[in-house]
């Protein structure tokens, strides 16, 4: 049996902060719309974190780890949004939208790194692509919400 662990807790973990930067994201916003769908972006995470533990159970000789390679990046990234958020504003709502945005991506890209490496060729890929693909439809929402609410300028010539 091939050991997975270190690549679904890293996923798992990603998850996890992805969850909190949703969380706060629902915290800083008035916005009603927003709120709702960052908390539901947020029990998303929770509900692939679970599964991804799970299966940390069944792959892996080790318990989840408590750190990942790319929680580091993203715990300095949560604090950055809180810091840069003191009051709310179109330019506040704006930049929380950016930052979830910017989440979701790092999220898809360890995805489809580990996607790419030996966990393809397992059993897991199953489960990973759903993962995978629950975040990029909440990545596409994100985006679709960002650009009802600060669409692009034009460009008249």
Not at 98 to 117: I, N, S, Y
């Amino acid at each position: 049996m091939e050991n997975f662990g270190k690549p679904l807790n890293r996923l798992m973990k990603i998850c996890l902060e992805t969850k909190e930067i949703y969380l706060h994201a629902a915290e800083q916003t008035n916005n009603p719309e927003l709120k709702s769908r960052f908390r539901t972006i947020a029990e998303r995470r929770q509900e692939i974190a679970q599964e991804l533990e799970n299966e940390i159970g069944t792959h892996s000789r080790v318990h989840p780890e408590e750190q990942g390679d790319l929680l580091g990046f993203l715990h300095r990234s949560w604090m950055g949004l809180k810091a840069a958020i003191p009051h709310m504003g179109s330019s506040g709502e704006k930049g929380i939208i950016e930052a979830c945005r910017d989440h979701d991506q790092a999220a898809l890209d360890a995805f489809d790194d580990e996607l790419q490496g030996d966990i393809l060729y397992s059993n897991l890929k199953t489960c990973l692509v759903k993962c995978r693909t629950a975040i990029s439809e909440d990545f596409q929402d994100i985006d679709r919400l960002y650009l009802e609410h600060f669409p692009p300028a034009s460009k008249e010539i």
